[in-house]
């Protein structure tokens, strides 16, 4: 009868795998080459898909059948393939049912909406024309956390799509911790007198040349483009389309090649842990991410503990002057510092890896507070310009580099940001574990050599799809608990080398 029961389970959730993998393909489409008057009846497309899933996983009978298998023997090993399928299956169902279709869909086509909005209204500077499509989501994303009804802390339930098992409470107790050792190592970098002249790394650098330096160092890490594609957007992200199709974006800047290489090997991040996943799985969750913060530990991962390294460079630096021959004129150490400069910036995306963090901080008190109605969307500019004085002492010239900047508000991802400062916690924990197992990585990394390493995050992280939460499977992977103690300790390291400090 639990057996009957499973197995209809995997074969429902198996097909809405399926659904869900068409509204990425969607979703990927229009981030990358819809043309734009396509978006209106996209918007539409996605919300009919998003109503339809929500039918889906709310439907009645599969609480009857989940109910049937977790009275059984066959989840009574938490760890097991089936109870690490139900447990997510559960989820997912009761997170439906307390969801009306009608609220389902609305938020879809809010974020369609807001999206575009955002798009439009960025390069624009158009705070004012943008703030409508805030003020909805908003009031979409207050309704829908009111309907979790997890715990006191309404954006509590909001995390849970993005980080299972979180909460604002633990966050908070976590970047209190953070904070103020990363606002004295800044301190101190500012005080050390030393200055990277990161004006070396501006250069005729043509798209096909980067193209070129992004194929081949992608690839040499462990990309595989048989499993996946690279294309433009204007904000970098990763598509998981499905099995064997994972998709990265980056964008280009003719004057340097180095926000689009960087933009592009945090994607592959990404795009590993997506094609390490184990295929059997495909469709359940023993086969899926298990969290946003996890996937930002393997980007941010790659992204900065490898490709920011001494021993990377060593390697892929002779590649980088046959690509752009005026770095014959830079040396390899002045490069090296330049694209480890520490400068406290406007634009998140841009942030160096110690200032990074405080841009999260600052965002998710932000969204903390709308969440809780402590500020309204209107209050966001002033708020926001406050926040980057206390933090940055800098104050954005335009709503362009300043509250406009990133896309995740205007699709209603409001719990996410936090998934990047933890995902670089996990990732300094996990790369500290990594040292310990293989010797230090960096070693194989001037050799060119990457497969060790990842395989070692394949076996330990990738392959175990959602079968642990987060904090979890930090504690399977390095017998700890999740410490900021590991980020502190690397940046305090690496930064103390470069700057002398
Ligand atoms: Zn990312």
Redesign the pocket.
Known sequence: MAQKSYDQLLEHFKETACFQSMGSLLGWDQRTCIPPAGNVYRATQMATLAGFLSRRLSDPKLGEMLAAVESSSLVADPLSDEAVNVREWRRAHDRACKIPESLAKALSQAASEGETAWETARPANDWNGFLPFLERIIDLKREEARALEIGAEPYDGLIQDFEPGESARNIQALFAELSGPLTDLLQRIRESGKKPDAGILSGNSPISAQNSLIREITQRIGFSFDWGRMDKSAHP??AAIGLGDVRITTRYDENSFVSALFSAI??T??ALYEQGLPPEHWGTPRGTPVSMAI??SQ??LWENMVARSAGFWSFFYPTARECFPWLEGVSIEDFHLAINEVSPSLIRTEADEVTYNLHIIMRFELELALIRKEIEARDLPDAWNARMQAYFGLTPPDHTTGVLQDVHWSGGSFGYFPS?AL?NMYAAQFYAKAKGDLGDPEVLFAGGIFAPFLSWLSAEIHQQGSRYLPRDLVRAVTGEELRPKYLIDYLYNKYANLYNI
Do not use: D
């Open positions: 992200f990763t945090h994607e991040g990404h996937h930002e980007s941010r990047y995902g």
